[in-house]
């Protein structure tokens, strides 16, 4: 069906950046919606970002001004541009996305993560 791939996650310090790209390959129709979430270490998953096929965004409060989310319609891919990273940011970072498919209708993928590690 349909297949995200993430890559980007690895291990930088305090104040540095990270991209993470969010490849989407498969049967499908169109992407509705795709977004980053993150889930740190003994804690529930969390939305970090979302984006529509429009372009609108929207963002958790704790990375408003540093993380940026965009989409490239032309090549199916999602991107999550990490900037003045914090230790609190340290999470498995998961691609999802709100995909139409002929034979399925609206249905929500997800990637298998990457992981990003916030250290000194």
């Not at 001004?65 to 900037?83: E, Q, V």
């Not at 999470?91 to 609206?106: D, E, K, V």
Request: hydrophobic share 30%; net charge positive.
């Amino acid at each position: 069906q349909v297949q995200l791939v993430e890559s980007g996650g690895g291990l930088v310090h305090p104040g540095g950046s990270l991209r993470l790209s969010c490849a989407v390959s498969g049967t499908f129709f169109k992407i509705n919606l795709m977004g980053w979430y993150r889930q740190p270490l003994g804690r529930q998953r969390e939305l970090v970002a979302r984006i529509t096929s429009r372009g609108m965004t929207n963002y958790t409060e704790s990375v408003k001004g540093r993380f940026t989310i965009s989409m490239d319609t032309a090549t199916n891919s999602a991107y999550l541009s990490m900037n003045n990273l914090k230790p609190e940011d340290t999470a498995i970072y998961s691609c999802w996305g709100n995909i139409y498919g002929f034979q399925y209708g609206s249905q929500d993928f997800w990637g298998r993560g990457t992981q990003v590690t916030v250290s000194s």
